[in-house]
Structure formats: C-alpha cells, structure tokens
C-alpha cells in the first residue's frame, strides 16, 4: 500500500496527530528495532527479518525458523537472532550468514521469546526462564517465574529492564547490576485490562505497549496511569521509537487468530507510523 496512506484505525493520544500506514500485507509482523538508518521488523509468518527503506519496500536480511521470531543488536551493529524452538542465538554480522552465539536450552524447556541488548552488549532473553548473555559467553538464569514474558527495554542508564507480563498485565521492573544481574523485582505499572505485549521507552520515562486483545497502543508512565492512546483495527504486537531524531512511533498490528492458525495472519500485518513528542531513549535501538 502507498507509504502515507492513512490506516483504517482511530486514535486518541497527546500528540494531537493521526497515525499513518507506512508497510502493509505482511504477516504477523513483530520485534520493530530502528537499525542503520532504517526500520527493521520480523515477519513470523515468512520467517524472515527485513530492513525497511524509506518508502517501505522490504529488503530480506535472515532468515529464522519462526515463530516466534525475535531480535535485537550488538553495540558493534551485529545482529542477534533468537532461535526459539533451537533455544539458542544466533550472530550475523554485517552481509554475512548466521552463526551460533549462545545456547539457552539448557536454562529452561520451552519456546524462547523476546530479546533486549542494552548498551554494554548484555543480551536478556526471556522464555521459560529470563537468561543473561554477557558479550564474554556467559549464559545464566537472572529470574523467572512469569505469566507469560513478553517485550522488554532497558533505560538509558542501563540501569533499570522493564519486562512486560501479558498474562499478568502489568510491567515488570528490575535494577540492573555492574555484572548484569537483576535485583529489586517490582511492579512498574500495574496496567488494569491491559496486555502487555512488545514495549519501549521514551524521554520522559514512559513507557508505550502494543497490546493485541485490546488493540491499541499505550503510553503509561511509572505506576499505571495512562497518558495517551492509540487504537487499531487489529492487534498490536509490537512498538518502537525509532527514526532519525527517534519521534516516531512504530506499531507492529495484525490479525490475531491463535498459534494455530497462524497461517490465516498473512496478508494482514501492518507497520504504523505516528509522530509524537517524547523522543524514544534507552534500549531497544541500536
């Protein structure tokens, strides 16, 4: 579909403008990360990551056994592809092929899910278990116990990892040590009917979740309260704050009909765009 096309959606929010369509007819679209300059998104359905230049033709960069299909990158720009039925990360550096980084099944049975690389090349990734990937190698199980982990970030200060619990809808905080070592589990947001699925950090401190059976997108601050709205025409998976100046807000949406009909997704992912006021800080970006 054309680039600014405007999206069959509503929308209420503080930036006082309307979302936009900026790709649509993928799958189940998911894991956005604003990259080199351009978008890069995780198509589950193809099982593919893709770039995403200006006027939103996809350029193929990996491809996973999906789903789930995540990613995030090192602070080198190395890609680090989650593996989630292998339970294992995978590393592409750039124009090369993929290569085993580190195994996770050994921590935890189960798919693996979501990542976040902070800013000193720690890698969190969360499944049955949350598990710490240091640049060294080192692999181990920081916390667990979830219902249902999903999307993460990571402050600017690489000080604080915000975990989203869909099934417990709400956000999950924890201090962040020197070694990597989470510590001081909290509740960062208690989000009412609200399902957390993938999430980012702005400027301010709040935080914008994609949430898939309520379809819409929202930006809470510490504590819960809901500071802006954006609702769609279908589920929303995922968001990022990315462009040049990062004040655009990235929304993965698509149709949700279950993992087991996974295949009935294609054709009806979109990639949303909106302007906002709060810049996007801390991790997820690279």
């Known amino acids: 579909m054309p680039l600014q096309e405007e999206a069959q959606m509503s929308a209420t929010h503080t930036e006082n403008s309307a979302p936009v369509l900026f790709v649509g007819g993928r799958g189940l679209v998911e ?15 193809a099982g593919e990551i893709l770039a995403l230049a200006p006027d939103g ?61 902070d800013g000193r090349g720690n890698a969190y990734v969360n499944g049955g278990c949350l598990a710490l990937v240091t640049p060294d190698g080192r692999v181990q199980r920081v ?7 999903n999307g993460m ?23 962040i040590a020197a070694d990597g070592a989470l510590t001081n589990r909290r ?18 401190g709040c935080v914008w979740y994609a949430d898939v059976p309520n379809r819409r997108c929202v930006r ?8 802006a709205t954006v609702a769609l025409d279908r589920g929303g998976f995922a968001c990022m704050l990315g462009g040049p100046d990062r004040r655009t ?24 765009s909106l302007e906002v006021d709060s810049p996007g800080a801390g991790w997820p970006y690279a």
């Open 31 to 45: 894991s956005p990360r604003w990259h080199d300059g351009r978008l890069w998104i995780a198509d589950w359905t």
């Open 57 to 117: 033709a996809a350029e193929v960069k990996a491809r996973v056994p999906a789903p789930p299909l995540s990613f995030d990158f090192l602070p080198d720009g190395d890609l680090i592809a989650v593996s989630a039925r292998e339970g294992r990360l995978l590393r592409q550096a750039p124009g090369g092929g993929l290569d085993a980084y580190a195994k996770l099944a050994p921590l935890a049975e189960g798919l693996w899910n979501e990542i976040v690389i």
């Open 143 to 149: 916390a667990d116990g979830f219902a249902f982990p």
């Open 153 to 175: 970030a990571i402050t600017p200060d690489n000080r604080t990892l915000i975990l989203a619990e869909s099934h417990g809808r709400r956000l999950t905080g924890f201090d």
């Open 187 to 204: 509740i960062w947001a208690d989000l009412g009917d609200g399902v957390p699925d993938g999430i980012c950090i702005d400027a301010e």
């Open 220 to 227: 809470v601050r510490q504590g819960g309260d809901v500071m």
């Open 249 to 272: 807000l990235y929304i993965a949406a698509a149709q949700w009909f279950g993992m087991d009909r996974m295949g009935e997704t294609a054709g009806t992912g979109q990639i949303l």
